[in-house]
């Protein structure tokens, strides 16, 4: 990378890390913080649970113990929204385990490069009383999953995505690169993407080693990296809030956002 990309991802960085410090702030009362003890997590796969039910994308039979998880939960990083005792909402970080894939890579059949400063976000919900057109707690949880996501010494994330989660981490400033065709995952159209801030487009193209089946498609010149693909809507640079209201995002749920 030169000098002026170096400049310039600092830069992005730092408008990253002040725009995930307001979306926090702006979702107050809502504390956010790392699930630490077990009944914490268990919280978060029992709400998860209950979304997937709500939402009729499964049975409560296929859950017999009322509970949604999967073997990466093992080594998640659990992100939670907390009002006073009352779960608001969750997502997940998974890190990278060397010679095993990301959720998002298993999913798609992906091979994405150099993931030392990656982890791969998903399993994204929101408790129906806190969904709104704001998108208010969802953009605090967002806040949050970036600077754990910097904590952990990564600057980047994978994920499966619907369009309106697409365009609020653009306006959060990220690019937001599609790796794949998309596919219906739980009853929306939805893509792996790769998101980092500030970091043009070339290099990103560069440090990915898509499958045979998989289209390039065509980058939107001015778009921050959204590309083409069928499903997607072709905005433009949008911020927040975004207008329609995404539930999940589901990394792994191709039975993982």
């Known amino acids: 990378m030169s000098e002026h990309e170096t400049r310039q991802t600092s830069s992005g960085l730092a408008r990253t890390d002040a725009v995930a410090a307001q979306l926090i702030a702006q979702a ?9 003890s077990p009944e914490e997590r268990e919280a978060v796969y029992r709400m998860r649970y209950s979304i997937v039910v709500e939402k009729g994308w499964a049975k409560p039979e296929d859950f017999p113990d009322g509970v949604e998880r999967d073997a990466y939960d093992d080594t998640a990083v659990q992100i939670v929204a907390w009002d006073d005792d ?11 385990v060397p010679g095993l894939p990301l959720p998002t890579e298993e ?3 992906l091979k ?14 929101v408790a129906r009383a806190y969904r709104d057109a704001q998108h208010r707690v969802l953009a605090g949880l967002l806040g949050r999953t970036w600077i754990e996501l910097r904590a952990g010494g990564c600057t980047e994330a994978c ?6 989660v697409a365009r609020m981490c653009r306006g959060m400033g990220f690019h937001v690169l599609i790796l794949g065709a998309s596919r219906l995952v739980w009853g929306e159209e939805r893509s792996p993407v790769l998101i980092r801030p500030v970091e043009p487009l ?7 080693r ?6 390039e498609g065509e980058a939107f010149p ?7 693909v069928p499903g997607w809507a072709s905005c433009g640079t949008v911020g927040l809030p975004c207008r329609t209201e995404p539930a999940w995002m589901l990394p792994g749920f191709s039975t993982t956002g």
């Open 210 to 215: 898509r499958s045979p089946a998989e289209p």
């Open 112 to 125: 994405i490069e150099s993931r030392t400063q990656m982890m791969d976000v998903g399993r994204t919900c």
């Open 202 to 208: 070339h290099a990103l193209t560069r440090r990915l």
């Open 28 to 36: 107050a009362p809502l504390m956010f913080s790392v699930a630490q």
């Open 107 to 109: 999913a798609f059949g």
């Open 86 to 96: 009352t779960l608001a909402a969750a997502t997940r970080l998974v890190p990278p």
């Open 222 to 228: 001015g778009k921050s990296g959204i590309r083409d």
């Open 159 to 164: 994920g499966i995505v619907a369009p309106a």
